[in-house]
């Protein structure tokens, strides 16, 4: 077992191959009951072509992480503390807003949560697809307008030409989420952020659009942070695997080795509430899920210690008192549990 020295900008250690680098990022935010440290010292890097899944709770900093990226954290209430962020080795922090604008949704995409907060209500869809293309990559009005509809039909739209032209209202909530997908992905990013981006589609558009990003990934390089609650999703797609809780990075890993061995509890609890429908189909009872007891602490008032300590079934008295450090427990495998140990005995025992 060893720690990482240093800022901890990894847990894996950086190469050539690394385009993103998030190191002890901090992202604040004003409020009436305090300073909530959304993201507390958040570190990570992504390789060209690899898929870095993050997940966690609602609330757990995994979208603000994504924003801070862009810098699109509104200010105020909200500010980014400290930390860096490097994209091909600049640190996005130091650039202009014109300089990051020529990097936000261009070499970095993002597919937003929320797309009918994303779109403009006043614009087509095709339009606005146009626009982007038209603006990063410099073609005439017409060839951005027949690139945004292909992009549409790529993203599985039907009659895409007419969907062109309508308004974001006249559209599903899948649709628009569609939209938001075709835009990302048009001018050929070399970091796409997907949040939740399968999250309004069905199971077969759900299954084209990740298979759309792959494809994305496999012409291009393009490497991908997708953030979601769905740990089916994630077994199918990720190569690496950040669970973030209050706040803070806890567990890092390979996929097959955070599924086979979780190393910290709160992971543990996420695995443990997927469905098994093998069981549930051998079973003539209907099985009880298993639930992360308690709920997740305000970010203004955080408990001492292990923020997770007061739901853990392995918590221990220096759990309470000391916030553990990230540490190497298994080769590439990641945890900031003082009980590590127990539970990867435990994972290996289940």
Not at 170 to 188: F, P, T
Not at 237 to 243: G, I, N, S
Not at 339 to 344: D, G, H, Q
Request: aromatic share 4%; glycine share 8%; net charge neutral.
């Amino acid at each position: 077992m060893s720690t990482d020295a240093g800022a901890l900008a990894s847990a894996v250690s950086p190469d050539i191959d690394t385009i993103l680098e998030i190191d002890d990022l901090q992202t604040h935010f004003r409020s009436p009951g305090g300073i909530v440290r959304a993201v507390d010292g958040v570190s990570y890097s992504v390789r060209r072509g690899e898929t870095l899944c993050v997940v966690g709770e609602s609330g757990c900093g995994k979208s603000v992480t994504a924003l801070s990226i862009l810098r699109l954290i509104t200010s105020p209430p909200g500010r980014i503390a400290g930390g860096e962020i490097r994209f091909e080795g600049r640190n996005l922090l130091a650039l202009s807003e014109a300089e990051m604008e020529r990097i936000r949704g261009n070499e970095i995409s993002m597919i937003f949560q929320e797309p009918m907060t994303s779109l403009n209500p006043l614009y087509t869809v095709g339009r606005q697809i146009a626009e982007a293309i038209a603006l990063h990559q410099g073609l005439p009005r017409r060839e951005a307008m027949a690139k945004a509809v292909d992009m549409l039909r790529r993203v599985a739209i039907p009659d895409a030409e007419n969907r062109a032209r309508a308004y974001p209202h006249q559209l599903s909530g899948g649709m628009r989420q569609r939209v938001m997908i075709a835009m990302a992905l048009s001018c050929n990013p070399k970091v796409l952020i997907a949040d939740e981006p399968t999250t309004a589609l069905d199971v077969t558009i759900q299954a084209q659009i990740l298979a759309l990003i792959r494809e994305q990934q496999e012409t291009l390089g393009t490497a991908v942070v997708l953030i979601t609650h769905d740990m089916g999703v994630v077994a199918e797609t990720a190569d690496r695997v950040v669970v973030m809780y209050a706040g803070k990075k806890v567990e890092e890993a390979k996929v097959a080795d955070l599924f086979e061995q979780p190393a910290h509890p709160y992971t543990r609890g996420l695995l443990g509430s997927i469905p098994d429908m093998a069981g549930a189909a051998r079973s003539l009872r209907r099985p009880r899920l298993t639930e992360i007891r308690g709920t997740v602490p305000s970010l203004a008032r955080l408990p001492p210690g292990c923020s997770f300590a007061p739901r853990c079934a392995f918590a221990t008295p220096i759990c309470q008192q000391a916030v553990p450090p990230l540490e190497q427990h298994r080769p590439g495998h990641w945890a900031a549990c003082w009980n590590a140990e127990r539970v990867l005995e435990g994972s290996a025992a289940a």
